[in-house]
């Protein structure tokens, strides 16, 4: 049987590289990007170097429309076709809209809106005939206020409306296109995010979230794959809310009130 190969951006840390694990797990060759942090990735390199499937990462800024080009190039070049695309890498200057230049949401959207518009465009080439899925991470921004997410949130907010447009456009081609929401994460982002109120947020979100902890990313990642299965093939264009049933809460549902 023919090696099925997925894309799958910011991989080699947070919920992308859970994504990439329970992948690689599952025999898929994977191919990921990071923006910056070589460290980071030489470490992932090594940890992936003797799995059962052959894991590939390298410095691609997906802000910069050349560069989402050439990540789907080297899977053209190396493979020929594609399985999977996940477009989990995102990016953007937290502030408060009142601070918020024009370049921010340039940069943002660049990363969010028009990133996955052409990765989509690209992997429709290279998934014909390959019963393809495509998977993006939203976030919880979309739907609720977070400090300093404005632009984010709102770049995501577009972000499900091309899964849905994508979802009916490529459906005839059997490309499957869908979004997962997660809450709160336990992830280095987070932790840059909110500084030295991290721990004290996240426990928070232990105490509030009613499946009693936060996630890491690895039940983000175990919806990637259920919408990656054939078994999802019947949910089209829909963004999965995987929370935990934090978007639940309000206050006044918690305990002693
Ligand atoms: N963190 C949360 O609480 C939260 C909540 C809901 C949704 N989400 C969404 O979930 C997804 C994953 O978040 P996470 O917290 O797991 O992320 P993370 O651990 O911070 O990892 C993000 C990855 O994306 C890469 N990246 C960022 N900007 C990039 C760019 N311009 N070009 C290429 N790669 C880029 C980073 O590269 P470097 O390593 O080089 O920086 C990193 O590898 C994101 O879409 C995020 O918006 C997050």
Known sequence: MKTQVAIVTGGIKGTGKEIVKQLVDRGVDVVTNFR??????DQFLKEFASAK?????????LGEEAQ?????DYVKEKYGY???????????????????KPHHIQRTFAITVTGFVIGCQRATELMTGQNGKIVAISGYDTHTYLPRHGVLGAAKAALETL???????LAPYKINVNAVNPGFLATTSTKIYMGEFYES?????????????VTDGKEIA?????LCSDQANWICGQTIRADGGLSHIQPMALPNH
């Open 36 to 41: 910056k942090d070589q460290a980071t990735a």
């Open 53 to 61: 499937s052959k894991v590939h990462a390298f410095q691609a800024d």
């Open 68 to 72: 989402v080009h050439r990540l789907f």
């Open 82 to 100: 594609l399985n999977y695309y996940i477009a989990n890498a995102a990016a953007t200057a937290f502030k408060p809209l009142a601070e918020i």
């Open 163 to 169: 899964v849905k447009y994508f979802a009916v456009e």
């Open 201 to 213: 947020i996240k426990k928070l979100n232990e105490e509030i979230t009613p499946r009693g902890h």
């Open 222 to 226: 175990d919806v990637v794959m259920f």
